[in-house]
Antibody, heavy 116, light 112 residues
Framework: EVQLVESGGGLVQPGRSMKLSCAAS????????MAWVRQAPTKGLEWVAT????????YYRDSVKGRFTISRDNAKSTLYLQMNSLRSEDTATYYC?????????WGQGTLVTVSS | DVVMTQTPVSLSVSLGGQVSISCRSS???????????LSWYLQKPGQSPQLLIY???NRFSGISDRFSGSGSGTDFTLKISRVEPDDLGVYYC?????????FGAGTKLELK
């Protein structure tokens, strides 16, 4: 069974940093591109970033480019999202997803709240 | 960016009925490789989204054949037949053809 388990969310002050992790199991992690998708409270889905199966290619939405970094450790079957210079508009539930052009599996999400 | 426009915003249906949700993109979703990366998701209340349909009309593993996707280019439709209580929630279309990937605003399916 495919499982994606996010961790690392919580309350953080504006301008500070936070790192999210996603532990994957039930499939060969190194064979799949992965992505982060977020959802602000009561809002719709917003793609954040994608990384290729081997980590050689990464893509970001403009509003997080230069502030967020997606990475992966295939030996640990873990996906990461390093978030720097956080803003109030980054407040959202962040989902780890498997896939690039479509998101086949989703984690339960981790809530990031950016507030002073 | 590719804008995804879903209609209607909300839909009321009787159990056993049939509904259609429209999704239109501001640009063609045909990728250079010939594939069309349009997918559909359902987010049930309090849950994470789940994939229903990928590449316009391919049902994901375990998804009932009551769900069907169709369309091409910029115009796509999700049809749900014989609606069941477990089908209720918010439906999203999403495009994975061109970065930044984008989603529609959602269509809320409720019971009449």
């Amino acid at each position: 069974e495919v499982q994606l388990v996010e961790s690392g969310g919580g309350l953080v002050q504006p301008g500070r940093s936070m790192k999210l992790s996603c532990a994957a199991s039930g499939f060969t992690f190194s064979n799949y591109g992965m992505a982060w998708v977020r959802q602000a409270p009561t809002k719709g889905l917003e793609w954040v970033a994608t990384i290729s199966y081997d980590g050689s290619s990464t893509y970001y939405r403009d509003s997080v480019k230069g502030r967020f970094t997606i990475s992966r450790d295939n030996a640990k079957s873990t996906l990461y999202l390093q978030m720097n210079s956080l803003r109030s508009e980054d407040t959202a539930t962040y989902y780890c997803t498997r896939g690039t052009s479509w998101n086949a599996y989703w984690g339960q999400g981790t809530l990031v709240t950016v507030s002073s | 960016d590719v804008v995804m426009t879903q209609t209607p915003v909300s839909l009321s249906v009787s159990l056993g009925g049939q509904v259609s949700i429209s999704c239109r993109s501001s640009q063609s979703l045909v990728h250079n490789n010939g594939n069309t990366y349009l997918s559909w998701y359902l987010q049930k209340p309090g849950q994470s989204p789940q994939l229903l349909i990928y590449k316009v009309s391919n049902r994901f593993s375990g998804i009932s054949d009551r769900f069907s996707g169709s369309g091409s280019g910029t115009d796509f439709t999700l049809k749900i037949s014989r609606v069941e209580p477990d089908d209720l929630g918010v439906y999203y279309c999403g495009q994975g053809t061109q970065y930044p990937y984008t989603f529609g605003a959602g269509t809320k399916l409720e019971l009449k």
